[in-house]
């Protein structure tokens, strides 16, 4: 599943539901349908004996392991299991202990048993670990009505499920109780049945744990290890929900008609909500699917080919004929990678012998999927390439679909077979979509194709180790992506997009490790979908593949799943393990990289010196954002840090530290609190060189200094990625008070220079936190940004509309940084920019009727917001119409950003009840409501206002991001008291509070602001007004003094009157300024 954080979102999300109804009983299985399950049950045994040959080691070791009647031995730390369900939150501070122990890999919790009646009480969320499921065989009936003028008979079983599952399992001990997962399913009392080697029904009675969504079946007498499986069968009925989880339905727009569909979103914990399973990683198994539905739905998927499709003879009452679909079976595998799709959609496909590789969508959008099949069966074959992976996909599966969905919460989904995404990150359109969606949807096909190896062939045993799956699956959007499209340059775009986001996750107490021991809840398994696992996790797997090298890294990969494809199920020690080996005795990657994993946070490496100018002191101590007591441990801990380090000497050469043994050598190393280097007489010396590893660098006032000369004096002697590290870091210490922040402004003056993006990027995001501290007013600032950019805007950057088509392949990189120059400009108030933004508003406003015009696609971000910051009432019902008639969704939500900038707090009000209106806003897109309104404080605090108010009306999935994109910004002593006592009000330090972590991360954020706006507000001021822009750059920006002599004209009594913060005045002034240009009568 796709990353939350810097473009993708992937938060799971929790909810309740009505309570469960019990003893509705649907009478006999159809015959015919028992025919099918039988047949079926025939087909899993074939395929286990001949199509998955590869995966008879795992089989026969879970029989091996239940005729002896033992457990498998587990690897990992020795951690404490038995703690209460809630003990720990996932992100809360752990004593120092609990968070430098390794996670437990033990299946069973200590002291726990379930061999008598007693256990019926099972007090853990976690199953015993008592049982290895084998296959399943799954007969479910979809009652789901075509479109709204649909019914199923009389109505009463719309949107619901009748089914039966049969489970064949072993046991590895002897056992009173079985325990599985249930949730929201109805079950009668006859309706379970476990039939032992002997045929005899040994159920005596069951019970529902509605917390931990437990089924406990008690038994009659003990099933004991045999040598061949036991067999479950449970008779259920179940909901068709519209909460975009487990089987959900969704819907769109056919002739005004609104058309139904069922899909799926089953991780981490949803495949209980459709039938009874045992819903853990580790439980692989076998599934043999039929679904039955009406046949109207001609677009029917499953993760696995089509068998046999059979029609009843006759419709049924309400005129329907229904119809069942029998799928081949699929590999052994996670319960949760599951997934189907009834529907009438489309599918366009390239197939082969060897795969067949499809595109699903609604049937007027097929064509838009071209890219994302094109692209993705070109990575799918490199990944499992000798070159790469070097483990085919078609070894385990013979084709892959991916689906568009019109809702879907999560980013997107790696079912095995059936990738599941949002539309917006699936579909492109030419001429409506725009570079940076097309580079997104390159990067989501990457990253869910990589998880067919890292999450679907191999699979994390327990969702305390996630990092395997998802951090991997972020890695790989890099290489996979270049190796696709070559031109886009994704590579340079891995600090900002990855690390740098993952500094900002990882800087505050309530970070957690990678590794993380305290993950037992449903609340806890949710917050490990979090930037840590997805932008840290990639952030270490890259600095690991440094320290290997590229070769050797790639290498151990292959290795790793040659080793363990058999068994499947991983964990963190079988990675490391094959990382170790690959080195051959020359680094320990286990030993180096144990704390890095186990551990939260990251070191802030500092070079100290002494009177021999030659010698620093290299010393470490974890970075932190804000005040931290130093007595908590936080700030004392160490790790090996791979201490890469260039000099310049006085001849002008470089000099590195890597010798042929690179980080063989002890010497490349800094493995302790402190160590001393010798490093000879040198200009400057450069540490974590390349930015490959996972750390900040301070520097002695002389060094620093000697850095900047050199970026201002020939900037390319220093590699592009160090030089984006040096802006970041140097800005980030004067953030904390490390540095004057004299010495990141000085910096800055090289950028005039500087034609990579990254550093530009860097530097902008640091601009742009300090402006929204100083409250969007500080004129001084806003000038000053402008002068940087002054050199690289002009009006021909609007003219972008012909370019990054497939023909004319302008790096993206390159159109990404002059857009950025364009938005920045338009945002810190420059004339020239805004002039144009509103003349191509008022264009779009006159031409959008035309059917041969076209906004520009990669600028309508900045003239829908930029365009609407001047406008008024009829400007904001002219995008809201735009956006009900758009059907692409990446324009909607280029609309929906736009209308966000609006200066009037009554538009702003209209925008935000948008979000509570399903039939014009999808709940999916409820998140960016709030992220698109955050960017403007006074719109942002409407918003926090609006959230508040109406905490119980929006879904409880939805507000931790809220939360954390929204109140995460507030920076005063009164806005902290706001947000502490909405979270005292709404659960406070409950364990089942789902939104605890979000709430802690936001008041750690504007505790952190405080501080800056008290301590270190007027630095930055004094760095700006002490430089001289004449001496430095040669003149003052023309556009900046339009900007200051013109619009800028303000009542000085009236602070909030500034290019951000609009007043009545403001928006006559500039309407005046821009009414020749425009040729419009009024705005």
């Not at 338009?826 to 508003?841: I, N, P, Q, R, V």
Request: hydrophobic share 35%; glycine share 6%.
């Amino acid at each position: 599943m796709p990353k939350g954080g810097s473009s993708i979102d992937a938060f799971a999300y929790s909810y309740e539901e009505e309570p469960r109804k019990k003893g509705i009983h649907f009478g006999p299985f159809p015959l015919f349908l028992l025919v099918v399950v039988i047949l079926a049950s025939l087909a899993t045994i074939i395929t286990l004996s001949v199509l998955f040959a590869n995966q008879a080691a795992e089989l026969e070791g879970l029989k091996k392991n239940a005729t002896a009647g033992t457990t498998p031995a587990t690897s990992g730390p020795s951690v404490d299991t038995t703690a209460s369900p809630g003990s720990t939150v996932s992100g809360q501070t752990p004593a120092p202990d609990a968070t430098t122990a390794r996670p437990p890999s033990t299946v069973l919790p200590p002291g726990s048993t379930t061999n008598s009646s007693s256990a019926v009480d099972w007090p853990n969320y976690r199953l015993p670990g008592n049982i290895d499921t084998v296959s399943y065989d799954v007969w479910l009936k979809i009652n789901l009505p075509f479109d709204e003028n649909s019914a199923i008979g009389d109505g009463s079983k719309d949107f619901t499920t009748e089914g039966i599952v049969t489970i064949e399992f072993i046991v590895k001990e002897p056992l009173r109780v079985v325990i599985l997962h249930s949730w929201n399913l109805t079950i009668a009392e006859d309706d379970v049945v476990i039939l032992n080697v002997a045929d005899k029904n040994l159920v005596q009675t069951f019970q529902f744990d509605e917390q931990r969504h437990l089924l406990k079946i008690l038994l009659t007498e003990d099933l004991h290890p045999a040598d061949k499986p036991h067999q479950l069968t449970i008779t259920f009925n179940g909901k068709i929900m519209d909460d975009n989880q487990g089987l959900y339905r969704s819907s769109y727009t056919v002739n005004g008609t609104k058309r139904y569909l069922a899909t799926s979103q089953f991780e981490a914990y949803k495949l209980r909500r459709v039938f009874p399973c045992f819903d853990e990683p580790l439980y692989r198994a076998t599934f043999n699917m039929a679904l039955e539905y009406d046949n109207r739905f001609n677009g029917t998927y499953f993760i696995t080919k089509e068998k046999s499709r059979t029609d009843s003879a006759e419709t049924d009452a309400s005129g329907i004929r229904w119809r069942t679909t029998v799928f081949e079976p699929t590999v052994r595998m996670a319960p949760y990678a599951l997934a189907f799709l009834i529907s009438d959609f489309a599918r366009e496909s390239i197939d082969s012998e060897q795969l067949e590789f499809g595109g699903i969508s609604r049937p007027d959008a097929i064509g838009d999927t071209e890219f994302a099949t094109k692209v993705g069966r070109n990575m799918t074959l490199f990944l499992g390439s000798p070159e790469f992976l070097n483990e085919p996909y078609t070894n385990h599966n013979k084709k892959m679909d991916q689906l568009a969905a019109p809702d879907f919460d999560s980013g997107a989904m790696e079912n095995w077979g059936l990738i599941i995404y949002r539309e917006r990150l699936m579909l492109y359109r030419p001429g409506s979509s725009s570079a940076e969606d097309k580079k997104e949807v390159g990067r989501v096909v990457a990253h869910e194709l990589a998880h067919q190896w890292f999450g679907n062939i191999l699979t994390c045993q327990w969702w305390s180790e996630i990092f395997l799956n998802e951090g991997f699956a972020a890695f790989m959007e890099f290489p996979v992506t270049m190796h696709a499209r070559p031109d886009w340059d994704l590579d340079k775009l891995f600090t900002i997009s990855e690390t740098r986001v993952a500094y900002d996750a990882d800087s505050y107490p309530t970070s957690h490790p990678l590794w993380n021991p305290n993950v037992t809840s449903r609340v806890q398994i949710d917050n490990m979908f979090s930037r840590i696992t997805y932008q840290k996790g990639a952030s270490v797997y890259r600095m690991i593949e440094a320290v290997m090298g590229t070769d050797n890294f790639y290498a151990a990969l292959r290795a790793y799943f040659q080793t363990n494809k058999g068994k499947g199920s991983v964990t963190p020690p079988d990675l490391f393990e094959a990382f170790t080996n690959q080195m051959n005795g020359r680094i320990n990657i286990t030993q180096r990289f144990d704390k890095w994993f186990t551990t939260n946070g990251f070191p802030l490496v500092s070079m100290a010196q002494g009177s021999n100018k030659n010698k620093y002191t290299v010393s470490q101590r974890r970075f932190m954002l804000g005040n931290v007591n130093a007595s908590s441990g936080q700030m004392d801990r160490t790790w090996q840090v791979p201490f890469h380090y260039q000099t310049k000497d006085r001849s002008g050469n470089l000099v590195s530290n890597l010798g042929q043994e690179g980080y063989a050598s002890e010497g490349s190393w800094l493995a302790g609190p402190t160590r001393s280097i010798d490093v000879g007489e040198h200009e400057w010396i450069l540490a974590n060189v390349g930015h490959k590893g996972f750390y900040r660098v301070n520097y002695t006032a002389e060094n620093w200094m000697a850095l900047i000369n050199q970026l201002k004096t020939n900037h390319e002697v220093i590699d592009m990625l160090s030089r984006n590290q040096l802006v970041d870091d140097s800005f980030t210490l004067a953030r904390i008070g490390q540095m004057d922040y004299s010495v990141p402004i000085s910096m800055t003056q090289y950028l005039g220079s500087e034609y990579e993006y990254p550093p530009w990027s860097t530097a902008l995001e640091h601009f742009n936190y300090i402006n929204r501290m100083l409250g969007g007013n500080e004129e001084s600032l806003k000038n000053f940004v402008l002068n940087l950019l002054n050199p690289r805007y002009n009006e021909n950057l609007w003219n972008t509309d012909a370019v990054w088509i497939d023909e004319v392949r302008e790096l993206y990189v390159n159109l990404t940084m002059n857009i950025a120059f364009v938005e920045n400009s338009c945002f810190y108030g420059s004339l020239l920019c805004l002039t144009t933004a509103s003349s191509k508003f008022a264009e779009f406003k006159k031409d959008s009727d035309d059917p041969e015009y076209k906004i520009n696609p990669h600028l309508k971000d900045q003239i829908y917001c930029y365009g609407m910051r001047a406008g008024n009432a009829a400007d904001f019902d002219f995008l809201q119409a735009q956006y009900e008639a758009e059907s692409v969704h990446n324009a909607k939500l280029s609309i929906l950003k736009g209308m966000a900038c609006s200066n009037d707090s009554e538009l702003i009000g209209r925008y935000l009840d948008m979000s509570l209106q399903e039939d014009v806003v999808r709940p999916q897109d409820l998140n960016y409501i709030f992220r698109y309104v955050s960017k403007f404080p006074a719109n942002n605090l409407q918003g926090w206002n609006f959230f508040k108010v109406h905490w119980d009306d929006i879904p409880e999935g939805f507000r931790d991001n809220i939360i954390v994109d929204v109140a995460g910004k507030f920076n005063t002593q009164e806005q902290y008291n706001d947000v502490q006592s909405l979270f005292n009000e709404k659960g406070g330090d409950s364990s089942d509070f789902s939104e605890k972590d979000a709430f802690k991360q936001a008041l750690n954020r504007i505790a952190s602001n405080i501080e800056w706006v008290t301590k270190y507000s007027d630095s930055i001021l004094t760095a700006i007004a002490g430089l001289d822009w004449n001496s430095a750059t040669g003149s003052t920006s023309s556009q900046s003094t339009a900007t200051s002599s013109s619009i800028d004209e303000r009542d000085k009594s009236n602070p909030a009157d500034s290019a951000f913060e609009h007043s009545g005045k403001r928006l006559i002034r500039l309407e005046n300024l821009l009414k020749d240009h425009l040729s419009v009568k009024s705005m």
